[in-house]
């Protein structure tokens, strides 16, 4: 992506792909690397999914769920897909760079999330184009709270949205990427996972905390972190 993933460019710093089954959108996900990308668990549980960007479309050589996996609770929804062909990185399709291990957000930070999602939750409202928004970072403390979540948010979850409601991720945008800059350089925080709803009151988005599954991403892909401190975004 750029602040988009590989899509449409975004900022110059993040990767957008997109998902369908049987012919459908059904999800997005984030570039890594020239033949991985990070998705939602919940988006790849049937075998047929094509990898999309702009102008063309590649096959799936492999899927791997986090094996902590639960489809109850939403705990660990992250999945890797291994494109069969690799991406030809140009001005629009670049991948996104990850956090760091330590890399903890405070309550406020602007992020952003994107995608091809519902514009409303009533799942006919498509967008023609790839949409943005900005969202803040929620503290897992005030998403546990009675008043939100009461307790359903785990260590490798995040929250992003508004009390009120205003904006959120919705059908269609999960295995997205919420991202957020880092001084110059934009960074995958979150993967679109789960909420009540869409932009609903107190019901903020939860993500996949990204920085929580660093090593398996590292270990399932078999290559080093410092690798990335040198290639991502470039």
Not at 105 to 128: A, E, N, V
Not at 132 to 145: D, F, G, M, Q
Not at 179 to 198: A, I
Request: aromatic share 12%; proline share 6%.
């Amino acid at each position: 992506v750029v602040r988009h993933p590989t899509y449409i460019r975004l900022r110059q710093q993040s990767g957008f792909i997109f998902l369908y089954y049987s012919n459908r959108h059904t999800c997005g996900g984030s570039i890594i690397t020239s033949q991985w990308v990070v998705t939602a668990a919940h988006c790849v549980h049937k075998s047929e999914v094509t990898a999309t960007t702009k102008d063309n479309r590649y096959a799936v050589e492999k899927i791997i769920y986090n094996k902590n996996y639960n489809h109850r609770s939403h705990d660990s929804d992250i999945a890797l897909m291994k494109l069969r062909t690799p991406l030809n990185f140009s001005d629009t399709i670049r991948p996104i760079c990850l956090p760091q291990y330590d890399y903890d957000l405070p309550g406020g930070t602007q992020c952003w999330i994107s995608g091809w999602g519902y514009t409303q939750p009533d799942g006919i409202h498509s967008p023609d184009t790839l949409k943005e928004a900005p969202v803040p970072i929620i503290s897992t403390k005030k998403c546990n709270s009675s008043c939100m979540y009461n307790g359903e948010i785990t260590p490798r979850m995040l929250c992003a949205g508004y009390t009120e409601g205003k904006v959120d991720a919705c059908q269609g945008d999960s295995g997205g990427p919420l991202v957020c800059q880092d001084e110059n350089v934009w960074r995958l925080v979150g993967v679109v996972s789960w909420g009540t709803g869409c932009a609903e009151p107190n019901h903020p988005g939860v993500y996949t905390k990204v920085a929580e599954f660093l090593g398996w991403i590292y270990e399932m892909m078999e290559v080093k972190m410092h690798f990335f401190k040198f290639c991502c975004g470039k």
